[in-house]
């Protein structure tokens, strides 16, 4: 008996064999490469990003579980301590101290920015074309200067002696004497001096960026609330800051991020001193992990700045994607 072997052919709805999966055409490759091509065009880019930051940030988490230490520098050893570090520093009163200053003189900061870029916003769209050319030039000059060179300059400055803020109080004869007054040694004052430093860097792209959406609010609007009788101020805070809203929330949540990691600033100017006083987390992570050279410890206290830092930045996407803004 022969046995006739019986092949079983799927068949589709109308009963005809599939057809065999096409070949790929010349014009099918083609498309995928172009597919392929802005992956190629980005990977530069990817490469050197992934080497410049992505790979630091991985040694840091890995730090920050090691006693890494000024003798690891020399000989290379070190021990995997785990939770240890992030437990003492949980434990220690010096961070919890610097994270309620960072915090306070965080909010001072941006709210003295936030504020007069409002100001200053606000003021360009009421002055002339040339006089608007004139104070956008200064600001873009003031933005552009690094933060080393400007604090160089501030103390200078604020120099006791030949300062010239000294100088200007003491022709004001509201304080007395003022002209040996040292600025750096006394908590207040250096807090001043930071302050106004760090908020004069800060208002001009704040200013900048707030007049081109304020430039862009309709007219119209304006007007009807005018017609309403509405006062100047009213209009600027029912209309204006309305349609500023996305705009004031980035740039409040970016300054935010920039001033809560000010060190420059704060090193070159008063170095932390008197004693503690302006030692924000910043400088308090710098002389944990450079000075005093608990480097693992340094890494922990950058761990949890940052995971603050991305808490915050969460709350800032959740609010814009409530509100329906694009990304």
């Known amino acids: 008996m022969t046995v006739v072997p019986v092949t079983t052919v799927a068949r589709d709805a109308a009963g005809a064999n599939p057809a065999a999966p ?15 091509a802005p992956l190629w065009l980005l990977s530069p880019a990817g490469l050197v990003l992934a080497v410049v930051t992505l790979a630091p940030i991985g040694f840091l988490i890995f730090t920050a ?16 301590v785990g939770l240890d570090q992030f437990s003492e520093l949980l434990a220690d009163s010096a961070f919890w101290t610097s994270l309620l200053r960072t915090v306070l003189f965080t909010a001072a900061m941006v709210a003295g920015s936030v504020l007069i870029g409002m100001g200053v916003s606000h003021l360009l769209t009421r002055l002339g074309l040339w006089m608007r050319y004139t104070v956008t030039v200064v600001l873009i000059v003031a933005w552009a200067m690094p933060n080393v060179a400007s604090s160089a300059v501030w103390n200078w400055l604020f120099q006791p002696g030949y300062g010239i803020a000294n ?24 807090y001043v001096a930071i302050w106004l430093l760090i908020v004069w860097q800060a208002v001009p ?36 800051l309305n349609h500023l809203r996305p705009i004031l929330l980035l ?8 001033d809560y990691n000010v060190f420059n600033q704060i090193w070159l ?54 509100s329906g803004e694009d990304l």
Do not use: C, M
């Open 269 to 322: 100017i008063s170095r932390g001193g008197p004693g503690d006083s302006t030692s924000t987390l910043g400088v308090f992570t710098y002389k944990t992990a450079f000075v005093g050279f608990h480097i693992g410890q340094g890494a922990a206290i950058s761990v949890v700045t940052t995971l603050l830092l991305l808490g915050l930045t969460a709350v800032y996407i959740r609010r814009l994607l409530r």
């Open 205 to 240: 792209f704040i200013a900048l960026t707030l007049n081109a959406a304020e430039t862009q609010v309709p007219p119209e609007y304006k007007e009807a609330a005018r017609l309403d009788g509405a006062s100047e101020l009213a209009v600027y805070r029912i209309v204006t």
């Open 251 to 258: 740039v409040t949540i970016l300054s935010v991020i920039w």
């Open 22 to 36: 096409p070949f790929p055409t010349p014009q099918s490759r083609r498309r995928r490469r172009r597919d392929l």
């Open 65 to 80: 579980f090691t006693d890494y230490n000024q003798r690891t520098l020399f000989t290379g050893r070190y021990s995997y």
């Open 167 to 190: 100088w200007a109080l003491d022709q004001l004869g509201i304080f007395g004497d003022t002209t040996d007054l040292n600025w750096a040694q006394d908590p207040a004052r250096a």
